[in-house]
Structures are given as C-alpha cells and as structure tokens.
C-alpha cells in the first residue's frame, strides 16, 4: 500500500509570491489534514477534509491559505503571497473513517516551505 | 500555557537502558492519546495509541495513562541507537472533533552504544 505523498519536499520562494503544496492520501482514506510546524514550534492542525468537503478549518492562519481536495481524492493547499512566517514544515495526513473508532492517521514527509 | 507539554531533552539514555518520556495536557476533552516517533526529516510515526487509563505494553514500548492527572507516558525498554528520534504526544478529543492531533513540542531521544 503505498502511502501519504507530498509533492514539492522543499520549496524555496520569494515573499508575495504563490506556491501550491499537494498531498495525495492513501487510496481509500476518506480524511485528509493539513499540519504545519513552524521552527521551533509544535506541530499545529491547519485543516481537515471528509472526501471532498471541509470539515474543519479552524487552524488556517488567514485567508492567503486556500485548500482544496478535489473529487475527494488529492489536496492542495496553496498560499498566495506568501509572507516570511509561512515558512515551515507543512505535513499531510489521511486516515480511514471507522464510525466512532479513531484510526491511524498516517503522515507522509512533509514539504519544507522557505519563504525569503 | 501549552494545550501539550513535553520536556524538550535531550534525553539521553545507555543502550539497553530504559527511556521513560512524560506528556501532560490541558485539555481535560481529550479521549484518544497517541505517541509518534519522528526521525530528523522524516513523517512522524505511530507508535503507540492509548484510550484508558492504566498501561498498555507493545513490544519494547509501554504508555501509561492517568486522565484524573492529565498525564500520559511512554516507556522505551531496552533502548537502541536506532531508537535515537523524537518522541511526539498527541492526544485528541475524538471523532465529534474530527479526530485532529493536538501535538506536544516532542522529546528528542538519543540513544548511546
């Protein structure tokens, strides 16, 4: 099975410019999370996707950050322009529903984002 | 206050010894409570999940929970090197919350030959 991949791994952009990160979850895992870790600092919950519709986007930092997941399938999360402090690790995860069971939440690499 | 607290570490621990990590939370919702390991520019990992009090033993590593005290560990016994990572604590409030991770700043582990 494979597992959650995350494309770029690194990003190295320049304030006010646009970048997109995608995820793809392991085939069948209904929901999707975005994480991000900034230097220093935990690992914070940015959003959370059922298929394709928002669950829970709570942890955005503001309105430059746009996720998608289309048909249900990969994500992206875009940010537009992006400022010095988007820089980070920013982390997919995908997890099967099992009704009210909680299930691994399996995590791929990470895209490192630089913003300079 | 952090909804998750962690001491940062080093903890360092001989080869073969025991590692004991400690994780304490605020948040007194919390139902689910998870360890992952993370090694330097890899995914985090799961290790561990824990659901009710007392101990729960996988293997070589065994977490301990106490939700009157807010307080979870995670035993490592008989550590090796390649047990040398960072230890995250997770606990979640469940599925009515979308079962999203509230992560602790993690333990960094390192192990000695």
């Known amino acids: 099975e494979a597992g959650v991949t995350q494309f770029p791994s690194h990003s190295v952009i320049e304030k006010g410019q646009t970048v997109t990160l995608r995820c793809d979850p392991i085939s069948g895992h209904d929901n999707l999370y975005w994480y991000r870790r900034v230097m220093g600092k935990e690992i914070k919950f940015l959003l959370h996707?059922?298929?394709?519709?928002?669950?829970?986007e709570s942890g955005m930092p503001n309105n430059r950050f746009l996720a998608e997941r289309t048909g249900g399938t990969y994500s992206t999360l875009k940010v537009q322009p992006a400022e010095l402090e988007d820089s980070g690790v920013y982390f997919c995860a995908s997890s099967r529903d099992r009704g009210l069971l909680n299930t691994e939440a399996f995590f791929g690499q990470g895209t490192r984002l630089t913003v300079v | 206050q952090k909804e998750v607290e962690q001491n940062s570490g080093p903890l360092s621990v001989p080869e073969g010894a025991i590692a004991s990590l400690n994780c304490t939370y605020s948040?007194?919702?919390?139902?689910?409570f998870f360890w992952y390991r993370q090694y330097s520019g890899k995914s985090p990992e799961l290790i561990m999940s824990i659901y009710s009090n007392g101990d729960k033993e996988d293997g070589r590593f065994t977490a301990q929970l106490n939700k009157a005290s807010q307080y979870v560990s995670l035993l490592i016994r008989d550590s090796q090197p390649s047990d040398s990572a960072t230890y995250l604590c997770a606990p979640n409030r469940g599925k009515a919350a979308g079962n999203k991770l509230t992560f602790g700043g993690g333990t960094r582990v390192l192990v000695k030959p």
């Open positions: 996707f059922v298929k394709e519709s928002k669950q829970d």
């Open positions: 948040d007194r919702g919390s139902q689910s």
